[in-house]
């Protein structure tokens, strides 16, 4: 069956215009690239430790997440609605309690900005104790899963704990940052979501790792997969991949400490494969450009983007993804740009992003508000004086970009 897809497949990351040109001077460039590999890799050294306990921790979470958005296609579960009128799952709760307790294990004392709190578990009457019961049997479970004999059988009091671990107020200092699903509009309608976890000292973003447990390890699938541009289901694309024997072809988690480069590597802990490092485009073709922006008109002005895309002389429809996926298809290159413009007076929040940023940043791209000033992350929960929206592409291109917003923005009504 998978043959019925015939996909152009493109060298995996990085590279998808052309081969990289053979260079006459291939010895400096040799060394440079050398010098440069070790500078990452003494990067990567300083926060060595917060990398593999960010990585375990979202590994955890993604396998928990994997079975609850199977629940809900199976209509075993529900979500539910906030104060805020945004949907929460089991797995939001959940995954941030998992996620905590792994950091916690390593640093007591530590804080974090975390998209959830148990406000609704404990003060929600019967029906929150409910969730509550089921939430801690999955965080157990999961626990039992990934550390055998040394899980611990933790009790409501100390889940409920560990998620309100989440309510840190930012600013200085150092802090974690979770998303335990980005995009749960996404997630419930068992397409694109996100675990996206960073840690932050100071405002500079030190460590970022994202579980994408739906995204396909070649950009071209998660084309095929929106149902906004084929009209193929991901459960269908998934179905008809999984009859074969493809090993890694779904599932990834993207990594990046700062200054040591942005990895790519399977999501599933029995798929060995080393880390692939990622890099956004290296040219830019408006022919072959494509752009990402959130699926929902309501998150982000489609019209507005699809003029900053005509002025960048981009022809493709825009490749419409739920959740910092986007982010991790800027980094590998399936895409060229990421934008996304809230209606004026929406906050963004810090969750939404940090852990995308630095994946992007450190895969060669530059990400900025839509005047071209970096992100404030040390002014506490949300992105305190943004400019009108977001955007992410290659650095290269970052000053087209930014002219290709001013020209549609004097046009525009927004
Ligand atoms: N009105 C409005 N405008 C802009 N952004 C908003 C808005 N409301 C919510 N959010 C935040 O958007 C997050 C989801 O972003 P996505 O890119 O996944 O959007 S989309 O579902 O693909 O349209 C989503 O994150 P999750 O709640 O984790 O899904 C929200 O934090
Ligand atoms: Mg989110």
Request: a negative charge; glycine letters at 10%.
């Amino acid at each position: 069956m998978a043959s019925v897809i015939r996909l152009n497949v493109a060298p995996i990351v990085g590279a998808r215009r052309g081969a990289p040109q053979k260079s006459r001077n291939a010895a400096p460039i040799r060394a440079a690239a050398a010098a440069k590999k070790s500078d990452a890799a003494a990067a990567s050294g300083q926060y060595a430790r917060e990398l593999e306990v960010a990585t375990d921790a979202v590994r955890m979470a993604s396998t928990l997440c994997q079975e609850v958005q199977a629940q809900l296609m199976r209509q075993d579960e529900q979500a539910e609605t906030k104060d805020d009128r945004s949907l929460v799952t089991l797995a939001d709760y959940a995954a941030q309690a998992i996620i905590s307790w792994r950091i916690q294990q390593e640093w007591s004392d530590f804080t974090m900005v975390g998209e959830e709190d148990a406000e609704a578990l404990t003060e929600g009457g019967e029906g929150g104790a409910l969730t509550l019961s089921k939430i801690v049997k999955l965080v157990n479970k999961t626990l039992k899963l990934h550390k055998g004999m040394d899980a611990p059988e933790l009790t409501s009091t100390e889940v409920v704990d560990l998620i309100n671990k989440g309510g840190g107020a930012g600013g200085k200092g150092r802090h974690w940052v979770l998303d335990p699903v980005d995009g749960t509009l996404g997630f419930v309608r068992g397409d694109q979501y996100a675990i996206a976890l960073a840690m932050m000292e100071d405002g500079d973003l030190k460590v970022g790792v994202m579980g994408c447990p739906n995204m396909p390890k070649i950009g071209e699938v998660l084309e095929y997969d929106s149902s906004y541009t084929y009209g193929f289901s991901p459960r269908l694309v998934s179905k008809m991949l999984a009859g074969e024997s493809l090993g890694w072809y779904k599932g990834c988690i993207f990594t990046a400490v700062k200054g040591g480069g942005a990895y790519m590597l399977p999501c599933d802990p029995a798929i060995k494969a080393d880390p692939l490092p990622v890099a956004v485009s290296k040219e830019f073709d408006p022919q072959a450009a494509k752009f990402c922006e959130p699926v929902m008109k309501a998150n982000s002005s489609q019209g507005f983007t699809a003029s900053v895309a005509d002025n960048l002389g981009i022809e493709s429809k825009p490749l419409r993804v739920y959740s910092q996926v986007k982010y991790g298809s800027v980094a590998r290159a399936d895409a060229d740009v990421f934008m996304k413009f809230p209606k004026a007076g929406y906050k963004e929040k810090i969750w939404d992003h940090a852990a995308g940023v630095i994946i992007v940043e450190e895969a060669g791209g530059k990400v900025t508000d839509a005047g071209g000033a970096p992100l404030d992350w040390a002014g506490g929960r949300y992105l305190e004086s943004l400019d009108r929206g977001i955007v992410a592409t290659s650095t290269a291109l970052h000053q087209r970009l930014m002219d290709a917003v001013s020209k549609s923005w004097s046009s525009s009504q927004l």
